[in-house]
């Protein structure tokens, strides 16, 4: 069930045009800028416990596997029984919470219907990387006191399949709309297949490390996924995740329906989050419209017109959030260091480029650079194939993953800079033991942003 904004905010309208323009919300670290006014996203379109909320739902019925059974997508009307924080419901599943089994069942259920979903969507090559997130927490002037990982709880990832589905669900039934070759114009959540030739320098850059990986043939995100799996819990799984990643595309909004490559979908949209994004919103009105008008093919034209606009802002105004999120975080983080300056750390190294190398610290999750000129005991060269520095002398190398410690030499706040100096490169048995360190403290998986 997700909150019918199309209800409040019409089409047109004062509201509906400034959300337009802001496209979604933007969570910086220390404050949200919402895409609608708190009296909605706070309030009337909020579930609450206890309280009747307009939605629109999609309602499935799936099997115990997985499979979808039936559904139907539908203006409706809920009263929330129970609101439950993602924490309460993970104590529940370790066990530590009890509850009445009114509630307690129908949690369980989710839970392995959830696990059932995660499974078979990898099964058929749902790319999952290990990516930890870095929580600042602040004082309550604002000023960052720690930085923690985030945690990702297995209560978090039976919403994030429910979500999955219902996304997946609503694009399918998109394809239902028309008899003809051709479904009615639609806003899909799309992600393409990898360059070629980006491919062919992943599979140089594997091979350096040997490893094998095929890039004749179709390139798959069922052959991508079972590569990952191969490599997991290797040393090199940290440098060969972080490449991967920069070798797929940036997935985005389009009216011409492509595929999620990264999810392993057919057809993929955003319905779930309405009140935070305005691809969603326009997806609703998109699924009323045909509902209640039915389809015309004479529309065709501009209804594409229309929904290729909101397409492109969305698609903008996402790279433009993000970016804000990214400089809201390393401007957290640098204050964060300002503290540490002349303090050493152990790091990995994250980066790998002509001028140094960008080392993460372990404990904090905080990125700085060493600059090539401080590497000064040989003269480094830069492979961009292998993403390496190679001392000419001596054959020294620096690659992606090499674990480090480094000491804090200068922290540029307004630049949001972070300067190292290289106090020790550690030895390969040395990088084993940190490897395995860090297994201990990882997350699950979690799968390619969608």
């Not at 491919?199 to 490893?211: C, I, N, R, S």
């Not at 790091?347 to 140094?356: E, L, N, P, T, Y």
């Not at 520095?389 to 706040?413: C, E, F, H, N, S």
Request: charged fraction near 30%; charge should be positive; glycine fraction near 6%.
């Amino acid at each position: 069930h997700i909150a019918d904004v199309s209800y409040y905010v019409k089409e047109g309208g004062a509201i509906d045009k400034e959300a337009f323009e802001r496209g979604n919300s933007v969570y910086l670290v220390d404050r949200v800028v919402p895409m609608l006014p708190e009296r909605l996203s706070q309030q009337l379109c909020s579930l609450k416990e206890k309280s009747d909320r307009l939605t629109f739902s999609c309602i499935m019925e799936l099997s115990p596997s997985g499979d979808l059974l039936h559904y139907r997508i539908a203006e409706s009307v809920i009263r929330s029984a129970r609101q439950f924080s993602y924490e309460e419901v993970q104590d529940f599943l370790d066990g530590k919470l009890n509850l009445p089994p009114e509630l307690a069942e129908p949690l369980q259920r989710m839970a392995a219907l959830a696990r059932s979903l995660r499974r078979k969507r990898q099964e058929r090559g749902s790319l999952d990387f290990d990516t930890p997130e870095a929580k600042v927490i602040l004082d309550e002037d604002g000023f960052p006191i720690d930085i923690q990982r985030k945690e990702t709880l297995e209560s978090m990832r039976i919403i994030e399949e429910f979500m999955l589905m219902a996304n997946k669900t609503v694009a399918g039934h998109i394809q239902t709309l028309n008899s003809h070759d051709e479904p009615p114009p639609f806003i899909y959540r799309v992600h393409e297949k990898p360059d070629k030739e980006k491919m062919k320098l992943f599979a140089e850059f594997v091979q350096a490390l040997g490893y094998e990986f095929p890039v004749d043939g179709r390139i798959s995100s069922k052959k991508l996924s079972t590569f990952i799996k191969k490599i997991r819990g290797t040393e090199e799984e940290i440098i060969i995740e972080n490449v991967m990643l920069r070798s797929l595309m940036k997935a985005r909004y389009d009216v011409i329906n492509v595929g999620h490559f990264g999810l392993a979908f057919k057809y993929y949209t955003h319905f779930t989050s309405p009140i935070r994004r305005y691809a969603d919103l326009a997806v609703h009105r998109m699924l009323k419209f045909y509902q209640q008008q039915g389809w015309h093919e004479q529309l065709r034209e501009g209804l594409i017109k229309k929904l290729n606009k909101i397409s492109k802002q969305a698609s903008e105004c996402e790279v433009v959030a993000l970016e804000a999120e990214r400089a809201s975080l390393k401007m957290k983080q640098t204050e964060f260091m300002s503290r540490f300056i002349g303090d050493e750390f152990d790091g990995v190294i994250s980066g790998v480029v002509h001028f140094g190398i960008f080392v993460e610290i372990t404990r904090y999750l905080v990125e700085g650079l060493v600059h090539i000129n401080d590497l000064d005991d040989d003269f480094y060269v830069f492979n961009e194939k292998t993403y390496t520095l190679t001392g000419t002398a001596t054959g020294k190398q620096y690659r992606i993953g090499d674990p480090v410690r480094v000491k804090v030499v200068k922290v540029d706040v307004n630049e949001r800079l972070i300067d190292f100096i290289l106090v020790k490169k550690y030895s390969k048995k040395r990088r084993r033991v940190a490897r395995q360190k860090d297994n201990r403290r990882k997350k699950s998986p979690r799968a390619v942003p969608h």
